[in-house]
């Protein structure tokens, strides 16, 4: 009988384990992950893993092997890659159920039961496709016989697959209330406490131009278009972060150089540009800009103020030195095609519009927007245009549904051109409020919008001039993105906003995901002990000193850029600021303890927990079996 004991501890521990659930550390070997006698030089993973070293050197000659051009695609994959050396790969391959030669992509938002982090809510398996899927890819891990074996093939995600929806059928899946799915970094668990907000922003300084604009190249690599307010388009490369270089870009060789044309002014200037999301098959994109039909001729176009706004523009004043509707706003659509054999490695296009796609001319000489993009979904491209200008819409055409000021515009460029106010949207409340608050302009030619009329939609983030700078305020609100980003994963899937003086920057959390409930925190922000280009710091604080933030902007990576008067500032890994992030380069560590789960019952279903039940019907029978023997 002396045995019985310590097979009643191990009873005892197979029950625990079971109750814990199904997303536990395993290898695909069915191993469990350890820490590697020297650290992983391909694959970004530390702490326990799957691989060792040369584990890691056969993954990095698999990426090597898959020969991909475009950036984007080939971070993507490499980061699938890599899932391998994840201590949750067993379940990322379903080893025990159905293994396969890719993991799970994460292909729709976590269930609420889900015991994965929030990170899996990205539809990676989209990503996958939208990067990938007109690119050859060697050797491609995609390219599956009706086996499941893989095929030596060299083709595009489209020669193999009919449509993204196929692909994700086939290679996708959510993560629920017992397994796990690949979002593109290392599986993490949730826990029962909030996302902790980031200990700050770090930065490193990669340009010293002022910039306005900055898109992802379409063809998916580590280019990108980067425009200035004078009318220069330059084609740009991002070095890798924290490689120590600088943004790739020679001035002297513009992409595109609209200075002809364009109007440049403290408020003036080239203000969007934006390529159609069939680029690299049709070429086309867009450029808004400001010009001067005093030196312009081709600068023509109908003024906002006009009899049917109930304004005569006549009656308005002129506004430094400039008279009423002197300066327009116009969207031009450009080609790209005929200077290369294809749009994509086209390096410069000639200053020639393909035709003009809107053009109107503006009371005064601010608050006129300008920046335009395409939807993700629906191929129309918006513009944003402001209210025209001087102190307080003083002719209320952001309330008055026949002025195009003051809206946010829908424009189909593919069919016969027209403009559309958007129907989805709704009355933000200028210039009945400013923000939360009544407002009440100084002046008011155009008449009020009664409060009771409207049915306003407020911000759910702001701050208070006075936090800026208690001396001189803050300016106005420069939007940014939602940071999707794993160079940052303490940052990830909050909204980054600004400033234009510069004094601070603001993360918003939505909390719980999708309630439209946001809380803001203004962060510390430093810049990078190695960045490529020393920062300066501003006079009396440790904020760098950027000067103006005009803008924000991404790669094809999703890092984020900020955009201001001193240079091109990118987001860098927290360690590199001394700031401190739980989840840089961190995996999901074992439990130190078996907690009980409410949903352990349904996990008893999964593939890793069969594993178990089976271990632990086996030590049972074990148990029972030591007994019979025992009595006889």
Request: glycine share 8%; proline share 7%; charged share 15%.
């Amino acid at each position: 009988m002396d045995g019985i004991p310590s097979i009643i501890f191990l009873f005892c521990n197979m029950l625990l384990l079971t109750r814990y659930g199904s997303s536990y550390p395993l290898c695909t070997d069915l191993r469990s992950p350890f820490i590697p006698k020297s650290p992983l030089a391909f694959c970004q993973y530390s702490g326990s893993v799957c691989c060792n070293s040369t584990e890691d050197v056969e993954l990095q000659k698999q990426f090597k092997s898959l020969n991909v051009s475009g950036y984007g695609c080939a971070s993507l994959l490499k980061s699938t890659l890599c899932s391998r050396c994840d201590p949750f790969s067993a379940e990322l391959y379903r080893i025990v159920s159905a293994p396969r030669v890719v993991p799970v992509l994460c292909n729709s938002t976590v269930s609420v039961n889900s015991s994965q982090s929030q990170l899996a809510a990205t539809d990676f398996c989209s990503r996958v496709w939208d990067e990938c899927h007109n690119l050859f890819i060697s050797n491609s891990p995609f390219a599956i016989d009706k086996g499941g074996s893989v095929v030596n093939s060299s083709s595009k995600l489209t020669e193999l697959w009919e449509s993204k929806g196929a692909f994700c059928n086939e290679f996708g899946g959510a993560s629920d209330d017992g397994s796990v799915c690949f979002d593109g970094g290392p599986v993490s668990l949730n826990s029962s406490e909030s996302p902790s907000l980031p200990s700050g922003i770090c930065l490193e300084k990669i340009a010293n131009g002022s910039y306005l604009n900055m898109v992802a190249h379409p063809d998916g690599s580590n280019r990108v278009f980067i425009a200035n307010q004078p009318g220069k388009i330059w084609l740009a490369t991002v070095p890798a972060e924290g490689s120590g270089e600088t943004l790739g870009i020679d001035e002297s060789n513009p992409f595109l150089d609209l200075t002809d044309e364009v109007y440049y002014d403290t408020a003036l200037g080239m203000m969007g540009i934006a390529f159609h999301p069939n680029f690299q098959q049709n070429g086309r994109f867009f450029a808004s800009f400001n010009c001067d039909k005093v030196k312009w001729p081709e600068c023509s176009g109908r003024c906002s103020c006009n009899s049917d706004m109930g304004c005569d523009p006549s009656k308005l004043p002129s506004e430094n030195g400039a008279q009423p509707c002197q300066y327009h706003s116009i969207i031009a659509e450009f080609s790209a095609n005929g200077t290369s054999s294809q749009p994509s490695l086209a390096t410069t296009v000639q200053p020639q519009e393909v035709r003009r796609i809107f053009t109107m001319g503006l009371p005064f000489t601010a608050h006129h927007g300008g920046q335009i993009l395409f939807g993700p979904e629906d191929g129309y491209l918006y513009f944003m245009m402001g209210d025209g200008g001087s102190i307080g819409d003083p002719y209320n055409f952001s309330q008055n549904k026949k002025s195009l000021l003051g809206k946010i515009m829908r424009l189909d460029i593919d069919n016969i051109p027209k403009v559309d106010l958007i129907t989805k949207g709704g009355n933000y409340g200028w210039r009945v409020y400013e923000g939360q608050f009544l407002y009440h302009p100084p002046t008011a030619p155009g008449g009020n919008t009664s409060v009771s009329s409207i049915n306003p939609i407020f911000p759910v983030m702001g701050y208070n001039h006075s936090e800026v700078n208690n001396e001189e305020g803050s300016a106005s609100i420069t939007g940014g993105y939602f940071y999707r980003s794993m160079t940052d994963p303490c940052m990830y899937g909050r909204y980054l906003f600004s400033d234009l003086y510069a004094g601070a920057i603001w993360a918003g959390t939505e909390n719980p995901k999708d309630s439209g409930n946001f809380t803001s925190t203004k962060l510390p922000v430093s810049c990078a002990h190695d960045t490529p280009i020393p920062c300066t710091t501003a006079a009396g604080s440790s904020f760098p000193a950027l000067g103006f933030i005009f803008s924000f902007g991404q790669d094809n990576r999703k890092d984020m850029f900020i955009l201001a008067s001193s240079g091109v500032y990118r987001i860098a890994r927290p360690s590199r600021c001394s700031y401190v992030c739980s989840m840089e380069n961190v995996t999901a560590p074992v439990p130190s303890s078996p907690s009980p789960s409410p949903s352990a019952g349904k996990r008893l279903s999964k593939p890793l927990t069969v594993l178990l039940n089976i271990l632990f019907s086996a030590s049972l029978l074990i148990l029972l079996n030591f007994q019979h023997i025992q009595y006889l």
